[in-house]
């Protein structure tokens, strides 16, 4: 059955520095999406990226944050300057179209800022 | 803008015994209703959906979910667990016309099956 990978599946960095997310999204699908879980809270949208370009963001995506799918396979999702608030379960996803059909997820990448 | 509530984090029950975790939610327009299941240690996995149609919706492992727009509710549930069902469980909303990139989840509730 296809799936959604992304790793590391847990990742401890240092306040300041930068952070790369990879996800490995099913193969024939077109849109994809970043979502984040801090520790007992709500599972939040971040962003979404359809034809190579960000379909749409959420308030929390700003320019701390960037994505890219850079080889046609993968999907990253890259924070500059990471702040200890910035920990929290990242979940990858990706659908076929846009609506009525199923967004598969990730197992997601738990980041530890320290 | 929609909203999700799970009012309860942790439901613990007996296996065999039947368990309902709740779900309502808000919204000025009209929605999908999800319910995902996280088991340790994996992702999240769609259990089932309601888009249209029938307001009755089940899921292969026997759980259903029953739309109520009048209570605007979604509860999940099911007549006999299984220590297999142990898991989190997160109820999630999309408006019709938003796609997942509107999807608003729960906080998820935390569900214990005891042998």
């Known amino acids: 059955e296809p799936e959604v990978t992304q790793t590391p599946s847990h990742q401890v960095t240092q306040m300041g520095q930068e952070v790369i997310l990879r996800c490995v999204p099913i193969s024939n699908h077109l849109y994809f999406y970043w979502y984040r879980q801090i520790l007992g809270q709500k599972v939040e949208f971040l962003v979404s990226?359809?034809?190579?370009?960000?379909?749409?963001k959420s308030e929390i995506f700003d320019d701390q944050f960037s994505v890219e799918r850079p080889d046609g396979s993968n999907f990253t999702l890259k924070i500059r300057s990471t702040k200890l608030e910035d920990s929290a379960m990242y979940f990858c996803a990706s659908s076929y179209g846009r609506v009525n059909t199923e967004a598969f997820f990730g197992q997601g990448t738990r980041l530890t800022v320290v | 803008a929609q909203s999700v509530t799970q009012l309860d984090s942790q439901v613990p029950v007996f296996e065999e015994a039947p368990v309902e975790l709740r779900c309502n939610y808000s919204?000025?327009?009209?929605?999908?209703l999800f319910w995902y299941v996280q088991y340790p240690n994996q992702g999240l996995q769609l259990l089932l959906k309601?888009?249209?149609?029938?307001?009755l919706v089940e899921s292969i492992n026997g759980f259903e979910a029953e739309f109520n727009k009048s209570q605007t509710s979604f509860h999940l549930r099911k007549p006999s667990v299984h220590i297999s069902d142990t898991a989190e469980y997160f109820c999630a909303v999309s408006p019709h016309s938003g796609g997942y990139q509107k999807v608003t989840f729960g906080t998820g509730t935390k569900l214990q099956v005891i042998p």
């Open positions: 990226f359809y034809n190579n370009e960000i379909s749409e």
């Open positions: 919204s000025s327009v009209s929605v999908y």
């Open positions: 309601y888009l249209s149609g029938s307001t």
